[in-house]
């Protein structure tokens, strides 16, 4: 799933990471794919349901089978990825939620499934006070319950753990907590890690040099692996380094700035890893200029390593 930078004769001689950006699904699913190409997208992530309510989007196995087709035979968008609703919290020590959590996971993963999708990318939640280390067995088994209902081989849809900025009692505010989410979970290769570039700066992770970038991958391997990066969201950030706030700004309008980002984007470790935007754009989501602009950091950041 990588892309190539050309050099000055049209060869292509640098590996480069996909840029794609979070769009609209509309209606029948396919159309995100055209969504995508018309701001010029190399990928695209969309939400399976609606973000904020419960009940899931219901799609025939003919619609499911069809978003397949038209993604395999897309001329410019090369992968997939799905964005479970933010209501699951898998770490709640409520049982009625935790309960509507795994279930609405479970429709989620089942239609990213059916899509064909790269993965689904997953915050986890919050324990509410209850501690990290009791919700732990509680997260695991939901995820590994979900994928054994959807009944995901290791070649089907990986859940995707993102980071979380921090604030609260978020679950996954390090790449230690991921891991150890991972080993709760028995080591599933089924679950990989989607990386959000605002939620790392707001959680107080740095990345702005080239030091600072060798410094996270070689945390990321430390922990969960490189192996189960699948995926990163490039997003700059609304609040302050630390802040543990989610609040994402378009790149080059925050605090982290393109110069920061190129350190990171650079990076040769992570050059088979696509990076999606989930910047604001001008109030309905990425433009055909961030997904320009994005490209641009990309090549700033090749240029710091090459």
């Known amino acids: 799933m990588s892309a190539h930078v050309l050099d000055p004769i049209g060869t292509a001689t640098v590996p480069s990471m ?9 209606k029948g699913l396919v159309p995100a794919l055209q969504h995508g190409a018309d701001i010029g997208a190399d990928a695209v992530q969309i939400f399976t ?11 025939s196995d003919d619609v499911l089978a069809a978003y397949r087709a038209a993604q395999a035979e897309h001329p410019s968008v090369q992968a997939t990825f799905c964005h479970a609703t933010y209501l699951i919290n898998l770490a709640s020590p409520d049982p009625e939620l935790a309960a509507k959590s795994r279930s609405c996971l479970t429709a989620n993963l089942h239609t990213a499934d059916g899509m064909g999708a790269d993965g689904l990318v997953l915050h986890i939640g919050s324990h509410r006070g209850s501690g990290f280390e009791t919700a732990l067995p509680a997260v695991a088994e939901a995820l590994v319950g979900a994928l054994d209902e959807v009944d995901a081989d290791v070649e089907s849809c990986p859940i995707l753990l993102e980071n979380a900025a921090g604030a609260g009692d978020t679950v996954g505010r390090s790449f230690e907590e991921l891991a150890q989410v991972i080993d709760a979970a028995g080591g599933d290769e089924r679950l990989g890690v989607c990386l959000d570039t605002q939620h790392l700066w707001a959680s107080g992770v740095p990345f702005a040099t080239m030091d600072e970038a060798d410094a996270l991958v070689a945390l990321i391997e430390a922990t ?50 696509p990076a999606i935007l989930e910047v604001p754009g001008e109030g309905d989501g990425p433009r055909e200029q961030d997904v320009a602009g994005a490209r641009a950091v990309l090549e700033a950041g090749l240029a710091l390593r090459s």
């Open 18 to 26: 996909l840029i794609g950006a979070h769009v609209r699904a509309g």
């Open 49 to 59: 349901q609606s973000p904020r309510m419960w009940k899931p989007s219901q799609y």
């Open 224 to 273: 969960v692996g490189m192996d189960r990066l699948r995926c990163m969201h490039l997003n700059d950030s609304k609040v302050e380094f630390g802040a543990n706030k989610d609040r994402h700004e378009n790149l080059g309008d925050g605090t982290i700035g393109p110069d920061a980002l190129a350190a990171l984007l650079g990076h040769p470790a992570l050059q088979d890893i």
